[in-house]
């Protein structure tokens, strides 16, 4: 990598293995959520994460770049993490309680690396696409507070029985 630009194209194909990635696990996840809302907050991010997939998508015809061929090694260990995980918890307060842990783990590094994005794009004057990326980092955020709240749910829950 030479510059900037070659640095963001790079950004950004980790960030689309990383979204491709996720939009396998997470069914898995989906599917082992005992809550219901916690469940529903899994399947809508699913559907976010395919949009999510799609903009970057876009965003890399834009820049006459495929968005192919790299792998997003964190998000690989992540998922990896997030699987073994589901096989050792063994009660279902335990599993959400995980779950929800491993989905913030990954929407913190989504995060880190679209905000990355951003900040990149306004630099090299691609505002257009700079707009784009932060619709999705506002999405990431707002998936983020929703699986806070969730912790704070089921703590709340306990401290009650
Ligand atoms: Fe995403």
Redesign the pocket.
Same mark, same amino acid.
């Given at each position: 990598m030479k510059n900037l630009e070659e640095l963001f194209e790079h950004q950004l194909k980790d960030?689309y293995s990383?979204?491709k990635q996720?939009t396998e696990a997470l069914p898995t996840m989906a599917s082992k959520a005992n809550d219901d809302k916690l469940k529903g907050a899994f399947e809508s991010?699913l559907e !976010?994460?395919k949009?999510?997939?799609t903009r970057l998508e876009d965003i890399c015809k834009e820049l006459d770049i495929d968005p192919e061929g790299e792998t997003c090694k964190a998000m690989q260990g992540l998922v990896k993490e997030a699987e073994s995980f589901i096989e050792e918890a063994e009660d279902d307060d335990v599993m959400d309680a995980g779950l929800i842990a491993e989905a913030q783990r990954v929407?913190h590094y !989504?995060i880190s690396g679209?905000g990355t994005a951003v900040r990149y794009a306004k630099e090299l004057g691609h505002s257009d696409i700079a707009k784009k990326l932060q619709e999705?980092l506002d999405?990431?955020y707002v998936?983020d507070e929703k699986l806070d709240k969730l912790a704070e749910g089921r703590l709340n829950k306990e401290a009650m029985s």
């Open positions: 960030l990383a979204e996720l991010h !976010e994460t949009n999510h997939k929407e !989504e679209y999705t999405e990431e998936a």
